[in-house]
Each structure stands twice: as structure tokens, then as C-alpha cells.
């Protein structure tokens, strides 16, 4: 049965009587209305532990003034009804108030990685994410916690974070899950228009198209190539915020002579008003 918790204390003293019983604790962090790359996440959590966590919670710290947080979509009883019958054990739906007290001093900072990409066209909002994440981690202390690798440089993030802080959790990433067209899964898909909605997929094909010149191409030009993929989504309607070919472990610019070099292609444009991101592995 799925225990739903709204505050902190209670949290803690559904993990302590799991812990008693010599019970893990795997957990997934959220921000709701959930779709089934969500749900892909509370299916691997099943996979590494006893007892699944599944918190929900719009972080206000990790939007930008004039950003979406008002609007973001909010559907608490259809993702309780689906985190019922993913056999989740518990979801965590806290008031901002549970969990930022006022003031907020402490943030969490990871330097170099929040600045770069998608940091760099939203100020502040990995600061959030990390702050956020951290102080969940304290209130849940999982063993294992899921991310999706769609976010991916919420992934490095994390990964960083928690090995600097010596924290005592396993970070796993779960591969993108896509529509049949490709379109990554996202919250903000809604927005989309139907035209928009049509013509989405192109984001996955550029990226695609430049796995495949990255893997056949010798002594290729990356700068050359962003740039090259960049107007290439122009061409498609999107305007880019970035498209960037990057070290997949550091997201560091990969070094030019490198062939064995592990890479991910990285991207956030807008289609209309709504904000995509995408990446693909090379």
C-alpha cells in the first residue's frame, strides 16, 4: 500500500521502522505530473532495494524569475493513482514551507557545472537543484536514489555533489524514454502546440545525425560541427539555446585528439514557448 507523507517527521519515522526491519530504501526524486519516463524510474528503483520513495515537489529555488513555476502542471491524485499501481511504498509531497524555512541561507553549489549550458541561460536554477536534492537526501536517506538521463547535466551534477560531499548514496542513471517519433518524455511537452508537436522529433534527429558524423568522421572539427548542427535546428523552427559536444563523465569540451573519448551530445532550444532539452551518447 502507498504511504503518503507531507511532512518531513514522517518521512523519517516511516525509514526508521524500515530501517529496524533491515529494509534499503531506493529513491526517486520528482517534481510530478508523471508520465511514463517517471514511472520507467520507480520500475529500476524496484530493482535495487526494498522499499521505493518517490517525492514530488515543484522546487521554486530552481526557477528563474518570469520561468514557468506558476503554471508548471501540478496533477497530485492522478500521480498518486499511478504511483499506486507502479506498487510504489511511499511518495513524499511536502509544502515549500516543509521544506525551506525563511530564510533560506544555506545553498548548494557545484562550481564549474552550474555555470555552463543549461546553467548558463538559467541562472541560479542548478543551485537550486543541488540545495534541493541535498536537503531530500537528508530527509530520506536512501541507499540508491534514480535519476533520468534525460536531464543529464542534472545527472553529472548530482554525481558530483554527492562524491564531494561524501555523501553515502548510489547514483543511478536510466536512459532516455522517448515517444515513437523519438521526442523525448517531458512534463512540458503539454505546451507544445500541435504543429509543434509534429515537427518536436527533429531535435532527436540532429542529434542522431551528429552521433553518427562523430562515430564515421576522422579528425573532425567539434566547434565546427556545434555550429554546423546549431543552424541546422534554426533551419527545423527551433531557436537553440545551445547545442554542445561534450566529455560524457566531466562535460568538459572534449580534447581534440581523443578518438576513445566518451562523449554526449547536448542540447535546449525552444519550439515556440516551450524549452526542450535532449542528449544522446556517442
Known sequence: MLTICETVE?????VREWRQRNQNVVFVPTMGNLHEGHLRLVDEARQHGDR???SIFVNPSQFAEGEDFTRYPRTRDRDIELLTERVADMVFIPEISQMYTVPNLTVVEVNDLSGQLCGAFRPGHF??????????FNIVQPDT?????KDYQQLILIKTMVS??????????VPTVRSDDGLALS????YLTDNQRKSAHKLYEVLKETRDLLKDTNNIEYAQLEQQQYNSLKQHG????????RDSETLQPPAADNRQQ???ILVAAWLGQTRLIDNLKV
Open 10 to 14: 514522517s518521512v523519517r519515522e516511516q
Open 52 to 54: 521505493v520513495v518517490v
Open 127 to 136: 543551485g537550486g537543484v543541488a540545495t534541493v536534492v541535498c536537503k531530500l
Open 145 to 149: 536514489a534514480i535519476f533520468g538521463e
Open 164 to 173: 564531494d560531499l561524501m555523501m553515502s548514496v548510489k547514483i543511478i542513471g
Open 187 to 190: 512534463s512540458r511537452n503539454q
Open 238 to 245: 527551433f531557436k537553440p539555446d545551445y547545442f554542445a559536444i
Open 262 to 264: 566518451q562523449l554526449v
